[in-house]
Each structure stands twice: as C-alpha cells, then as structure tokens.
C-alpha cells in the first residue's frame, strides 16, 4: 500500500523544526553570552582609571604627598565610575584604609573592600592591558585568615593565572588592594 505525503502538513511541520532550532539558537547564544560576560570588568576599569586621574593629578609633586580617600574625593579623583559601586567600600591613599600620604610616599593603593568570593575572584585573575600592567606595582587579597601579595616576578606573580586565585578568596569579606606607582 502506498502512503501519500501530505505536503502541506509537512511544509507546516518544517517551518515548526526551523523556528524551534532558531529559538534554541538565540538561547544558546544568549547563555554564551551572559556565562562569559564578567560583570566587575567595569570594577576593575574603573580602578585603573582612578588610578591614572591621581597619577596625572601628582605628576608634578615629588611623590604622594597628602593623598587620602578624603583629599581624592575632594580633588575629584574618585568619581561615579569608582564611586558607583556603593555595596563595596573604595579607599585610595597609603594601605587598606586610605591614608594621607607622606612627601616620600612613590606608590598609592586603591582597595576595594567588602568582595565575595566570585567577586574577589574575577577582579584578581581578570587580564591586565599593558598600559596598566606598566603602573601597577602589586595586588594584596586580605581575609581574615590571610594576607596574598601578587606582584611581578614574586613568589605568587603578576598576571595572576586563570583558577589560582581562588584559593586565596575566601566566601565573603574580602580586600582587594591594588598599589600602583
């Protein structure tokens, strides 16, 4: 017995395949998307920014001198492209804290407190351009257990590889400290 296709059905039913596939396609792109998309990029942008707004603010003073958080908000150096981020406490000056300065102070810190774990994490082995890979000195990760210094040629060096950094982030209540030059 021969069996007669009804093409009109099968027409629909090749139209359905094709915007099924489609459909699955745009899903498949947009989870690519957001699995590789890294949402502190802007984080750590902003950071080096930052810090080349103060590098130009002192280059005509001998060294660091009086550079606190205070002093850089007044100066207008930390901006809303730092400032933004209100869940994480912003410091730059001398250490974790911001401290002012000394006339011989020849490096500053910008650290980020308040990260968890995937943020630490990200913000650590994220790429370095080479332009901030120039001025960048070292990056300190501080938890309550520990205190990891990453810097060019040391024991733990600069870049920071992909998944070795997250041994030294802990879950929640991690500083990133970046000390620039």
């Known amino acids: 017995m021969v069996r007669q296709i009804d093409f009109e ?9 094709i915007i099924v596939l489609s459909v699955l396609l745009a899903l498949c792109i947009g989870l690519s998307i957001f699995l590789f998309h890294n949402p502190y990029k802007d984080l750590q942008q902003a950071v080096f920014a ?14 660091y001198w009086k550079l606190s958080t205070q002093s850089a908000k007044q100066d207008n150096l930390l901006r809303d492209d730092l400032l933004k981020y209100k869940d994480y ?16 102070d020849m490096s ?14 990200s913000l650590i082995e994220m790429p370095l351009k080479e332009q901030a890979s120039l001025t960048l000195l070292k990056i300190t990760i501080i938890t309550a257990q520990a205190e990891t210094e990453f810097s ?9 590889a992909k998944y070795s950094a997250r041994n030294f982030c802990q879950a929640k209540d991690n500083i990133i400290s970046w000390t620039f030059q």
């Open 152 to 160: 060019w040629g040391g024991q733990n060096s600069l870049p920071v």
């Open 9 to 17: 059905k099968a027409k629909l039913n090749g139209f359905a395949g």
């Open 50 to 63: 930052t810090a080349e707004r103060i590098r130009n603010y002192y280059r005509d003073t001998p060294g």
């Open 108 to 121: 500053f810190d910008i650290t980020v407190k308040n990260l968890n774990k995937s943020a630490c994490v």
């Open 89 to 104: 406490d912003i410091q730059a000056g001398q250490g974790i804290n911001g401290e002012q300065g000394f006339p011989s």
